[in-house]
């Protein structure tokens, strides 16, 4: 008797997960799937979409674990895919005949295919991009517009970063070496890296912390207690919004720029959702909505006229043309080097 | 007889693949990943060096001697404050306020670890709670920064490992007789002399538990030092995420989650070494 009822536990238990309705398991960054575009996929297609929040270091490590499995599609950034594929092969090539080519910037579609190219295909379509540059207090700290404000005197206990791969790269630039053409060259960037940490130790009193949570850094900035941060650009436009006195600048040796794009895991069990929501995603006027949420720039054309003018007044602030053309695109991260960068850091974060 | 056997093993069944599938087969997994890794050539080979890599690299060991004695004091602060509080709440206290006072000690852990350490977060910092009534009151003319220092990070984890070292300690003390206590006042000894003599030696089980609980609990902690910790803080577990997460370096991050557990082991078999008990009677 005992067994019947637990045999029939377990089928109800089996039938009710089958009868669940199709679902998208999505690997992406907070803010990336506004509960408004999810509840109007729902609506439109009939797909749950399950969403779990990640970073890029996270997402990464989450595909290593189960090769590729678990999820339907993730949003890492285009310049850490390649090493990835090549070594652990967590990703499929995307299968470009179902991706809406005539919803995306034709030169920035072009640009994130070539830089996740392995053995000729391609693993991602673009979604996203936005920049690591400065949040500055301009009342506190006016005239902070180089990484070396980072490093300044006069901010002691006033500086706030993040102890990831971004600000060597950034502490590379305001210190005259290219980062991005010594990526070929390991001995080289180590060198580099040497340099770099020398200089990050020794203005160790100048920092008030280390930010690791975007939210924290936000709630920093607008207590005062930070001046000058190295942040991402939506970031500062948010605070700008609550407080003139707070902006986001580009910095003279070139704001950071990254794309975020979307990629389908190896095992991915539902790829003709993953297509949908690329597509729905990408759609202009959806696009449009993503971005006046987020403050972050769409890889989708036309979404222009779906933007909030107030934000577009934001990009428009931050980068004129001459700090557009200055800006400085992460490529492919090589193999190795994010152990070398990884070395350096806890070195960093050790020292007194 | 033998349905009874039957009857047992299933029981047993569930715990036992349990420990296996989730503990035994993932730490098998990890230790021969933390013996794997590339020479030169960039072929994966078996080898040492994630364990050399410890000894040679200055940062790796140094972090974790630093973690390992921010730990031992954490673990003495706690005994310290435990030790009256739980002595109050085992002798002192009425029943009914001893069984409120355990509520109210309870009552902390019943929000997440995160919620705890951001609530001292709201208070501690320079824009915070007490600088504001510091201000207020006049105290100090600027605003102290509070957080981000290594005494911000000890608090927080004095904090989070307190329970862990009262209710042992209450219960040893439980059984503890008065009439001792009274009979070394009758015959005119000092209050330090009854800690010493009476007291202490009679909770040493506890003691040891609690200390083992305490410290192992607070050298594993991640989310405390990182958040309280600040720009100095690099915890030892955090560098193992670091390895894993950041430098993608499993091989390297498993070898050091190997020598985590073994050098604690080690220090607590030093500790127990050192106060003269056995693991066998402290647990029982």
Avoid at chain 1, 77 to 90: L, M
Avoid at chain 1, 227 to 245: C, P, S, T
Wanted: glycine share 6%.
């Amino acid at each position: 008797m005992k067994k019947i009822v637990v045999l029939a536990a377990l089928l109800t238990f089996a039938l009710a997960a089958m009868a669940q309705a199709e679902t998208l398991k999505l690997l992406t960054w907070k803010g990336y799937a506004p509960e408004e575009l999810v509840n109007k996929f729902q609506k439109e297609t009939g797909i749950t979409v399950e969403v779990t929040y990640s970073n890029n270091e996270e997402m990464i490590a989450k595909l290593r674990a189960t090769r590729g499995a678990g999820f339907d599609l993730a949003q890492p950034s285009q310049d850490r895919i390649t090493a990835v594929q090549e070594e652990f092969k967590v990703y499929q090539p995307i299968d470009f005949a179902k991706i809406d080519a005539a919803q995306v910037i034709p030169s920035m579609l072009e640009a994130v295919k070539k830089n996740t190219q392995v053995a000729g295909k391609s693993y991602a379509v673009p979604f996203c991009w936005g920049t690591d540059g400065l949040i500055v207090n301009g009342e506190k700290a006016p005239g902070a517009d180089s990484y070396k404000a980072l490093i300044d005197e006069k901010y002691k206990g006033r500086v706030s970063y993040r102890m990831k791969r971004p600000i060597l790269v950034a502490m590379g630039f305001a210190l005259g070496y290219n980062p991005f053409d010594l990526y070929k060259d390991k001995k080289a960037y180590k060198a580099m890296l040497d340099k770099v940490s020398e200089t990050l130790i020794k203005a160790k009193p100048v920092v008030q912390n280390y930010w690791a949570n975007g939210d924290s850094l936000l709630e920093s900035m607008r207590s005062g207690e930070v001046f000058v941060a190295m942040a991402w650009d939506n970031g500062g436009w948010k605070l700008h919004a609550e407080n003139k006195a707070i902006d986001f600048v580009a910095p003279k040796e070139g704001a950071l720029g990254w794309i975020d794009t979307f990629a389908i895991p190896a095992k991915a069990e539902n790829t003709a959702a993953a297509y949908k929501w690329i597509n729905f995603m990408l759609r202009p006027e959806n696009a449009g909505y993503f971005t006046t949420q987020e403050k972050t720039g769409t890889a989708s054309a036309g979404a222009g006229k779906f933007v909030a003018p107030e934000v577009q007044a934001d990009f428009d602030r931050g980068f004129d043309q001459a700090a557009i053309d200055n800006i400085k695109w992460y490529p492919p991260v090589p193999a190795g080097l994010e152990e070398m960068e990884g070395q350096v850091l806890d070195k960093i974060k050790a020292a007194k | 007889m033998k349905g009874s056997r039957l009857a047992f093993a299933i029981f047993l069944a569930p715990v036992a693949a349990w420990l296996f599938l989730l503990i035994v087969l993932p730490h098998v997994d990890l230790l021969l990943m933390s013996l794997r890794g590339k020479d030169e050539l960039g072929e994966r080979v078996w080898t040492l060096a994630n364990y050399m890599n410890f000894f040679t690299e200055p940062v790796y060991w140094l972090t974790f001697v630093r973690t390992a004695l921010y730990a031992v004091i954490t673990t003495a602060i706690t005994f310290c404050i435990a030790m009256p509080v739980s002595f109050y709440i085992a002798k002192v206290a009425r029943p009914r306020v001893q069984g409120a006072l355990m509520v109210l000690l309870l009552l902390p852990f019943w929000v997440s670890e995160l919620v705890r350490v951001y609530g001292w977060m709201i208070l501690l910092r320079e824009s915070g709670v007490l600088n504001f009534f510091l201000m207020k009151l006049g105290l100090t003319q600027k605003p102290v920064e509070m957080l981000y220092t290594d005494a911000a990070m000890i608090l927080g984890l004095v904090y989070t490992s307190m329970l862990f070292m009262v209710v042992p300690l209450v219960s040893v003390m439980d059984s503890l007789d008065d009439s001792l206590i009274e009979a070394a006042y009758d015959l005119g000894a000092g209050k330090w002399t009854i800690w010493r003599t009476i007291i202490i030696p009679h909770c040493k089980p506890g003691i040891t538990s609690g200390a083992i609980v305490v410290f192992m609990l607070t050298l594993g902690n991640y989310l405390t030092p990182n958040l309280m910790g600040g720009k100095n803080s690099l915890w030892f577990t955090e560098q193992i995420y670091n390895q894993f997460i950041a430098s993608f370096n499993w091989n390297q991050g498993s070898a050091f989650g190997f020598l985590l557990l073994a050098l604690s082991s080690l220090i607590i078999w030093l500790g127990l070494k050192l106060s003269r008990q056995k693991l066998g009677e402290v647990a029982s």
